[in-house]
């Protein structure tokens, strides 16, 4: 599709934990290959969310056929599974990461989940860094902004981003709104803090023109198989659940 950069939504990469309610955030580590195999040999190249933002805002697509890929809330299995995968393939990516929860597990999801997982640590998350990979904030909390007062809100956001920042040495130029909730005023919010981009769950390819600030993204679910996932990147398919 001309015009268009597909940006990718991962969480976990890894078997369904027993008891979990839901499986569709965790795409099994044999699926996640194929995938990356099959972006390879259909010519895509994975990039972060700070490559794919300087050709989406340039207005030209770029000569290659590239492909965002996304992986939020930081999980220990983005480093320790997926991030070999990745590379294997070629592929550089974004992980999204809840400054304060840093080595800990994903508590705010357990009442949906029915389980929480493992999230990476500092030295696994500077090794995704030292690969060439993007950290990219996600809040200090997983917090719902739009419930927030104004100083709590900023709080997450610039001071997430400035947490991370200080404790890796980076710049942090990408935002993930926790839960895809997000409007005007978080938006803002964001915008004031010095994000560059963040990205929504609007399900849909991004292109030329989007506003950097509400970038929709192609979901990527347990139960997408081979077929969909080509699909998803190849036409309108994507805009579907």
Not at 7 to 27: A, C, D, E, N, T
Not at 170 to 192: I, N, T
Not at 200 to 223: E, F, K, S, W, Y
Request: charged share 25%; glycine share 12%; aromatic share 8%.
């Amino acid at each position: 599709m001309s015009g268009v950069l597909p940006v990718l939504m991962y969480h976990s990469i890894g078997p369904v934990p027993k008891g979990s309610r839901r499986r569709s955030i965790f795409v099994g580590a044999g699926a996640f290959e194929r995938q990356m195999r099959l972006l390879a040999h259909c010519g895509y190249r994975g990039v972060t969310m700070n490559e794919a933002h300087a050709v989406l805002q340039g207005g030209v697509p770029s000569r290659e056929k590239l492909c965002a890929l996304t992986f939020d809330d930081g999980f220990l299995d983005n480093i320790d599974t997926a991030l070999p995968i990745l590379q294997r393939h070629g592929h550089r990516a974004t992980c999204y990461v809840v400054s304060e929860r840093i080595g800990q597990r994903n508590v705010w999801s357990e009442d949906v989940l029915g389980v929480s997982s493992p999230l990476a640590g500092e030295g696994a998350l500077r090794e995704w860094i030292d690969s060439g990979m993007e950290l990219g904030a996600h809040t200090r909390t997983h917090a719902r902004l739009p419930t927030l007062d104004d100083a709590t809100l900023e709080d997450e956001v610039g001071g997430g981003k400035r947490a991370l920042e200080d404790r890796f040495g980076v710049r942090v130029s990408q935002f993930c709104y926790p839960w895809g909730a997000h409007d005007d005023r978080v938006v803002e919010a964001v915008r004031a803090a010095g994000f560059e981009g963040a990205t929504t769950i609007v399900r849909g390819c991004a292109r030329m023109g989007v506003d950097p600030l509400r970038v929709p993204r192609v979901h990527v679910l347990n139960q997408h198989g081979l077929l969909s996932f080509w699909l998803k990147l190849e036409t309108r398919y994507g805009d579907r659940p």
